[in-house]
């Protein structure tokens, strides 16, 4: 027993450096293709290149002869062995739901799927022998355009009859949560203002850095798989539940993982595959696929066309929203494929109190690659289209931006707030974000400059984008997901041990892939549990050290994942106070607990936490009936999805001339409630501006007639470049989270979901005294010089 | 991402490495630098037998100043031209435009030779080798020639170098004190140009004495705009002025249609990245910075 | 087969390789070097960036054959031998310049280049100088800020608070 010694420095809210940073700056990091094992042989994929096409014959005699192949195997080979992909959310109960065989013997649906597989011992034979592998195919018509395929012009599946997977649907009036938003439109039609738009949400690909790659290792008992994913635990129960092996017998291990983005939240053929090749020979492979791999048949992300219909009175006041899209859900139903454009459905009255609200969307089925989600997934599709009519709405009343926006959003004071989608926001500052971040931007000078130069008619135009959005994030409430039928709940599951030594050993059921976890799980129990930030270790990503788990995406790690470990964290406290009065021979009752010590109150009479652990280690005097671990774990499902949100400010430079757009300048102020470590957020924020920046600018998945990928290579697939990019000015205001212990919300996503609409409203903004009032993404030189000359494409 | 399977030799001598050549013959591939050779290895694009591998004929590297001309060796990396004092006095269009070439790695490890043997329309040298009147040193079996820059580049990936000869040194005229500027229009940074102008100029107090410009990506070949360049003698270094001379840009142009861009806008970009090109050239300002 | 010497993070190796093998395989499966990775297959994103005699090139595009005789440095040999950081690597980690850390190994070796050839560089140099490297989780911000600190550290000269949240992420 010490004396009372210093409280630790509040680690909530300290910009500590990353624990993960050391093995990936000395490159001493274990992604999944170092990873080498005795007699592992290595998979080469046989390809289909045609959309959609009958496989009447494959023929690999000359491949299966050449040196060091071990097999060649085809979807007949491996038969229902190979298990299958799974639907995790069928979003209406008469869901179409194409099977999805990871290797198909009959039938290919897109450019890219696996007909054969190639086994040898290194993988450049592996990839001589796949070239030798021929394949007949008998081409079959193919469902590519997006509204075509909605029309059912041509099938995607044949035998299902129909492209259209599902419809679903909201109204506010049927929901009881607004009115009728027929009603409205036909009243602003007389008299107010009807804004109707048809946006695209191009079709995009996550692109994480590192190609996916898997290592399965079936020698043993137990069949590992490591997996560069973000979902060890979801990935497990799919292989289990298709399979038929035992979870227990499954152990699936994500060490560092480059990037997912949303884009390794699937369970993919190639996993499926190598999972059976290996179960088949009884030998560890390994297959990594390479970029262009990685570009043709990952999934892909957005892909809608947007039919918007906003009425308002004159004056600009928000009366109704008419949403109808059509997804691209490419040709199989992705894992929660079908669930992006309904996550979308409850964001598409953003800030705003509208009085009415209709949704609908139409999910279609084509001959491309699949989507699913990719960062924001839904929600920066619905930020998109109603940031874009804000703007429209604002040029058509004749108002800044920014002020259409203050009359519709909903006050401070107004919170907690039942919106017309139906959810409650709890917490939020419009007001206050936006003036600061108006006060970081200098959006008056901006203005002035803008006026000027439109004045002078200058050759380079200024345009001032706004983007006040707010998101739905920390997935999910499980009784939410449950009403919306998707297959799993949202919660996440934490473990705290105390070792002997008085170290923290901390599991968690998150699956970090870049987010920095390790260190700011450590701060949370460093701070909770009283004990120093370096004595905290995290573990995760393994399905045999962490049970239990759902994984990382939807910005849920730290609202959701956090949260379960702050509760863990409290039962270990629980446990030790028993022991603690014990040894301080004291009552309970008379117990208090900080900075990591129990004192006896009035008294300085204490002992540390981690003294306990030693104490019940050794177990030499518990307290009669007392359990010899203070190791303790949680589940927490949260109640509400928290709701960040931020006002971001973009300008930029166009080229009249050359129609090319430049970054001028963007800040933005986000209140994410309270900070855990502000070093991380930022990171966060930057990285999402960019690939949202990058949406509005630059990327695009182009299909061509033939349904072949165009953008196939990061020479085609434009990822921008620090010298694409500028920096930013960011700040925030704390608008406490009142559903979670912590206050905070999640930031994964936010920067992505804001960046779109600001980029390219400022875009138009920079061109509308031209004539123009919307161009289509990316806003390429060529489709902005073209609006201005007076000729779309 | 791995290649097939090929023979490989590394020649001492340009004697040796036109052995190899003819030998191997249409089996073989010569590599120079291989930045722009070993993707399409890698991709399997192309699967040549044996890969001939200039790298460790010393001759064919260095820079020399022959009077009139520098003499690059054809095995000169782009970073080296790209610093060279001579070049940059000499020949600074070169300079322009090897600080626009792809990345730095890439310029570390390219070769002034094997881009220019390359002959990818959208390479950016071959416009400032067009515009400068470059000639090109060829040796075969039957010994050296030498092909002027307009003769050189013969369509999409063709030159004038035959299957058994090997491309040694690229002779550039000095124009010692030219104003020179290459206008590279890209979407991303590290892309391959959609359009980009080199235009050198000299001047004679306010007005162009003369101006060489030649255009990338405009065609299955670099071009060389000589409407512009007759355009523009004796012209006052105005934007008006040069203005009108770069709407002669588009003359016998035959720009590709793709995700960046049709033909037509193509055109249009040439017009105005060669008007800025050659202002720039000129020392004029009023350049938008994009 | 081809006999190829070289001298890799000072060690002296030679192997017998087939002459389609890169260079980046060459580190990756021969030598146990997988601090190095790959990203594409159009030498576009630069992870793979090493240096070869001195100067950064894409190991995906140089035969390893053509490293023969040749030195390399990869993200592995760049610490001191008693494991002190590279000042770029220091400022990597001060500035948070990377997330996920894929494109790291190949950004740092870039940014070492980069700063030999201008050891003061503007933002503007900075970004692009870097042109041929891709991060996808950064947006390039606190890279830029460390390849600057780092200049900072390397040249001596004073850099300032760097522990506030504000200075990083304004």
Partial sequence: ?793 | MIPAAFEYVAPGSVDEALRALSEHGDEAKIIAGGQSLLPVLRMRLNAPEWVIDLGRIDSLRGIRDGGDHLAVGAMTTHHEVGNDAGIHEHALLVTKAIAELADAQVRHRGTFGGALAHADPAGDLGAPARALGATFVIQGPSGTREVGADDFFVDLFETAISEDEILTEIRIPKHTGWGAAYQKFVRIAHQWPIVAVAATVRMDGDTIAEARVGLTNMGATPLRATAVEEALAGQPATEDAVAAAAANAPEGTDPPSDLNGDADYRRHLATVLTRRAVLAAAGRNGIPAI | MTRINLTVDGQRVADDIEPRMLLVQYLRERLGKTGTVVGCDTSSCGACTVHLDGASVKSCNVLAVQADGATVTTIEGLAAEDGTLHPVQEAFHECHGLQCGFCTPGMIMQAVDLLKQNPDPSEEAVRLGLEGNLCRCTGYHNIVRAVQRAAGEMSGASTGPTTGAGEVVS
């Fill in chain 1, 1 to 793: 027993m010490t004396a009372t010694q210093d409280a630790p420095v509040a680690e909530i809210g300290r910009d500590r450096r990353r624990k993960e940073d050391q093995r990936l700056i000395t490159g001493r990091t274990r992604w999944t293709d170092n990873i080498t094992l005795p007699g592992m042989l290595h998979l080469a994929m046989v390809r289909s290149p045609f959309p959609h096409a009958r496989i009447s014959g494959i023929d690999t005699t000359a491949a299966k002869a050449s040196t060091n192949v071990v097999a060649v195997l085809t979807g007949a080979d491996l038969g229902e062995g190979q298990g299958a992909c799974i639907n995790a959310w069928p979003v209406v109960e008469d869901q179409v739901t194409p099977a999805h065989v990871p290797m198909p013997s009959d039938r290919v649906t897109f450019a890219g799927e696996i007909v054969a597989v190639v086994v040898a011992r290194t993988a450049a034979e592996a990839r001589d022998a796949a070239e030798l592998v021929e394949v007949d195919y008998e081409e079959l018509p193919a469902a590519l355009d997006l509204k075509d395929a909605a029309e059912n012009k041509v099938l995607a599946h044949p035998d299902l009859g129909t492209n259209v997977s599902a419809v679903w649907r909201f109204d506010s009036a049927e929901a009881g949560t607004g009115g009728d938003v027929e009603e409205a439109i036909a009243k602003a039609r007389d008299g107010g203002i009807v804004i109707e738009r048809e946006y695209r949400q191009q079709r995009l690909i996550p692109a994480f850095m590192e190609p996916r790659s898997v290592v399965v290792d079936p020698t043993g008992e137990q069949i590992t798989v490591w997996s560069a994913t973000q979902i060890p635990h979801i990935l497990r129960f799919a292989i289990a539940a298709s399979t038929g092996v035992s979870e227990s017998k499954i152990r699936v291990i994500a060490p560092d993982v480059g990037g997912g983005f949303g884009g390794k939240l699937q369970q993919t053929p190639e996993e499926m595959i190598a999972f059976a090749v290996a179960r088949r020979l009884g030998k560890p492979v390994k297959y990594t696929e390479t970029r262009s791999e990685s570009l043709l048949s990952a999934h892909h992300g957005r892909d809608q066309w947007q039919r918007l219909t906003l009425a308002a009175d004159k004056d600009g006041n928000v009366t109704g929203l008419k949403v109808d899209l059509l997804a691209d859900l490419g040709s199989y139903v992705a894992i929660v494929g079908g669930g992006v454009p309904v996550l979308g459905a409850f964001m598409f009255n953003a800030i705003y109190k509208f009085p009415a609200y209709q949704f609908q969307t139409t999910n279609v089925l084509t001959n491309k690659t699949w989507t699913d989600a990719y960062r924001g997934a839904g929600r920066p599709e619905a930020t998109y289209a109603v940031e874009r009519l804000m703007d429209e709405l604002a040029a058509e009343v004749g108002v800044d931006p920014l002020e259409i926006r203050e009359r519709n959003w909903i006050k401070h004071e107004e919170f907690p707030f039942t919106t017309v989608a139906g959810l409650e926001y709890d917490s939020g500052n419009y007001e206050a974000a936006t003036a600061r971040a108006k006060e970081m931007f200098g959006y008056d000078a901006l203005r002035a400059e803008q006026a000027e130069r439109r004045e002078r008619g200058d050759r380079v135009q200024l345009g001032l984008g706004v983007s006040t959005f707010t998101e739905m994030c920390g997935l999910a409430p499980s009784r939410v997901l449950g009403s919306l039928n998707y297959g799993a709940g949202g919660w996440e599951h934490a473990e705290v041990r105390m070792l002997p030594t008085g170290k923290v050993e901390v599991v968690t059921g998150a699956s970090a892939h870049g987010q920095g976890h390790e260190t700011a799980f450590s701060q949370i129990v460093a701070d909770r549990l009283g004990v120093p930030f370096e004595d905290v270790e995290i573990l995760h990503g393994d399905t045999q050290i962490s049970h239990k788990g759902l994984d990382t995406y939807g910005s849920r790690s730290l609202v959701v994942g956090g949260e379960a470990l702050v509760k863990a964290v409290d039962k270990v406290i629980e446990k030790a106070k028993p022991v603690a009065a014990h040894l301080l021979e004291a009552s309970v009752d008379d117990l208090e607990f900080g900075g990591g010590r129990f004192t006896v109150k009035g008294t300085d009479q204490g002992m540390a936490v981690t003294e306990i652990a030693t104490a019940v280690f050794a177990a030499h005097n518990l307290p009669d009936g007392v359990e010899a671990s203070l190791d303790s774990e949680a589940t927490y499902d949260p109640v509400n999805f928290n709701y960040p949100h931020g006002t971001h400010l973009c300008a930029v430079e166009v080229d009249t001339e050359t129609g090319q757009v430049k970054m001028r300048k963007y800040a933005a102020c986000d209140d994410i409630g309270q900070i855990i470590n502000p070093l991380i957020v930022a990171g966060q924020v930057h990285g999402g501006l960019v690939q949202g920046i990058a949406q509005a600018l630059w990327e695009e998945a182009v299909y061509d007639e033939n349904g072949t990928l165009v953008s196939g290579s990061f020479v085609d697939y434009l990822l921008p470049t620090a010298a694409d990019t500028i920096s930013f000015d960011l700040d925030h205001t704390t608008s406490p989270c009142t559903t979670n212990s912590l206050g905070a919300k999640g930031v994964g996503e936010a920067g992505t979901i804001a960046s779109t609409p600001a980029v390219v409203n400022a875009v138009v903004d920079a061109i509308r005294h031209l004539g123009v009032n919307d161009i289509q993404m990316p806003c390429t030189p060529e489709r902005v010089w073209r609006a201005i000359n007076g000729g779309a494409k």
